[in-house]
């Protein structure tokens, strides 16, 4: 099993290991789904139904993974004229997120329509997210709708990704700024394959639940009753987080000299 992020949760590393072998087993999967958020059979379906959705249609302000099953999603957004964030890959930047608008692309003479094709280039997605904004947390407006990657999904709200956490960082940080709310909706465009039995997937206090499950086949309401973490848990990030993602230097630095 090929990841960089084995070794911080058993179970889980488990779990996922078992899903992508599955994808791959079922041809449910395009491409390699091992290590990666995988991109699924059926995520332009999923993206349609999500599309569909009144949680979708009142959201002006969208935050969405850069993973390729969300292409579709990123795509959408954008054509339906919604602002859109997506973060730098591993937090690397100071301003870890891009802003895209479709004016944003029109000015670089990047096609929306050729951007939501059935099979969106690699090329276009990078172009896309180059063509973005960097924006802090203070640049960014309120966010309406949360997308989120995922490797596994329970019908009652849990998730993993692919065990980094940067998704769960991610929401922690955009609640401390008052980016995100306790009734702001997170959702995810996974294959049915990925959806597991509810104890298959513990989830722990710094992990964020979803509210919806969108598949080509149904829309799940999870009506969830894991609680919403509130703003950063420090005690369960990682020295290696904290060594690698400048940002999260800025802030314990911050709450340090507020002390």
């Known amino acids: 099993m090929k990841s960089d992020w084995i070794g911080y949760h058993r179970e889980k590393d488990k779990l996922r290991g078992e899903i992508w072998s599955l994808l791959k087993q079922q041809a449910a999967s395009i491409g390699d789904p091992f290590g990666h958020i995988p991109n699924f059979v059926g995520a332009q379906v999923a993206a349609e139904k999500l599309e569909n959705l009144p949680i979708w249609q009142q959201a002006k302000t969208i935050k969405c993974n850069p993973d390729s099953p969300q292409i579709p999603v990123r795509m959408r957004a954008l054509q339906d004229g919604k602002r859109l964030y997506m973060a730098v890959p591993r937090l690397t930047d100071d301003r870890c997120f891009v802003e895209l608008t479709a004016e944003d692309l ?26 973005g904004k960097l924006v802090s947390f203070a640049e960014m407006e309120p966010i309406d709708l949360v997308i989120v990657g995922c490797v596994a999904v329970t019908r009652n709200g849990g998730r993993t990704g692919k065990g980094a956490g940067f998704a769960d960082l991610e929401l922690a940080m955009l609640e401390e700024f008052g ?20 104890s298959r997937l513990p989830m722990q206090a710094h992990d964020w639940a979803l509210n919806s499950i969108v598949t080509a086949q149904e829309v799940i309401e999870t009506n969830t009753s894991y609680p919403r973490p509130i703003g950063l848990n420090w005690d369960s990030i990682r020295p290696e987080q904290l060594e690698k993602i400048p940002i999260l230097r800025k802030l314990r630095e911050q709450l340090t000299n507020n002390q």
Do not use: F, G, Y
């Open 179 to 198: 980016l995100i709310k306790t009734d702001t909706p997170i959702v995810t465009t996974v294959h049915p394959l990925q959806i597991v039995e509810d």
């Open 106 to 131: 029109q000015r670089q003479n990047i096609s929306i329509a050729e951007s939501a094709l059935a099979k969106p280039s690699k090329r276009i997605a990078r172009k896309a997210l180059a063509c």
